[in-house]
């Protein structure tokens, strides 16, 4: 079981940049699939990236080439860097994690009702 914080979200102007912070304590001995998810007023939750345990990265097709998640080497922080960022970015922004696979992220979906613990969000608002 972990917690999950995240921080640095806020407000910009189209084409601009922002970045997230997930600061993750409690096991970190166990490897997870670590990712960002994305929740506009009146839609879906929906997911934006992922990482798993060896690094590999997947997008949401959307914010390809725009948006970059990493994380450090202890599972301990993650991150989503926001470069060029639209009105359509503006939501609230989540953090999750899933050690159900070992670490892997056997959706390239990056599917919600795969993660269990969730950060408590963090809003992005982008103006035009």
Do not use: H
């Amino acid at each position: 079981q972990v917690r999950l914080v995240e921080s640095g979200g806020g407000s910009v102007q189209a084409g601009g940049s922002l970045g997230l912070s997930c600061a993750v304590s409690g096991d970190l001995s166990i490897p997870y699939c670590m990712a960002w998810f994305r929740q506009a007023p009146g839609k879906e939750r929906e997911g934006v990236a992922q990482i798993d345990s060896s690094g590999t990265t997947t997008y949401r097709d959307s914010i390809k080439g725009r948006f970059t998640i990493s994380k450090d080497n202890v599972n301990s922080w993650l991150y989503l860097k926001m470069n060029r960022l639209q009105p359509e970015d503006t939501a609230k922004y989540y953090c999750a994690v899933d050690s159900a696979y070992g670490g892997d992220c056997p959706s390239p979906a990056i599917p919600v009702s795969l993660f269990g613990q969730w950060g408590q969000g963090v809003l992005v608002t982008v103006s035009s």
